[in-house]
Nanobody
Framework: QVQLVESGGGLVQAGDSLRLTCTAS????????MGWFRQAPGKEREFVAS????????NYPDSVKDRFTISRDNAKNTLYLQLNSLKPEDTAVYYC?????????????????WGQGTQVTVSS
């Protein structure tokens, strides 16, 4: 089992950057593939990025590709999401999630463990 805590959200202006952090506690962080999702008010949870357990492979939807970067430090049990060139439509609560195994996935139902989320608000 793993517990996840996100941090790093905030209020920024369009074009700014943020780095979100997800700290994991529990056992064997490096045996979990990880993902970031977001949910805006009145909308479904949306896939943002995923990374394999080793960090070798990553995946992004077109909406954030070339702006967001997912990474992990298995020695520190930490997952990151670098958000650049932020837009007002990126405003949402951002969640990190973990799934046992090596392979990344882009659907929320594939993930077993979730953090409580961190709010990102981008003003125009």
């Amino acid at each position: 089992q793993v517990q996840l805590v996100e941090s790093g959200g905030g209020l920024v202006q369009a074009g700014d950057s943020l780095r979100l952090t997800c700290t994991a506690s529990g056992h064997s962080f490096d045996s979990y593939a990880m993902g970031w999702f977001r949910q805006a008010p009145g909308k479904e949870r949306e896939f943002v990025a995923s990374i394999s357990s080793s960090g070798t492979y990553t995946n992004y939807p077109d909406s954030v590709k070339d702006r967001f970067t997912i990474s992990r430090d298995n020695a520190k049990n930490t997952l990151y999401l670098q958000l650049n060139s932020l837009k007002p439509e990126d405003t949402a609560v951002y969640y990190c999630a973990a799934r046992p195994g090596t392979h990344l996935r882009d659907v929320a139902r594939s993930y077993t463990y979730w953090g409580q989320g961190t709010q990102v608000t981008v003003s125009s």
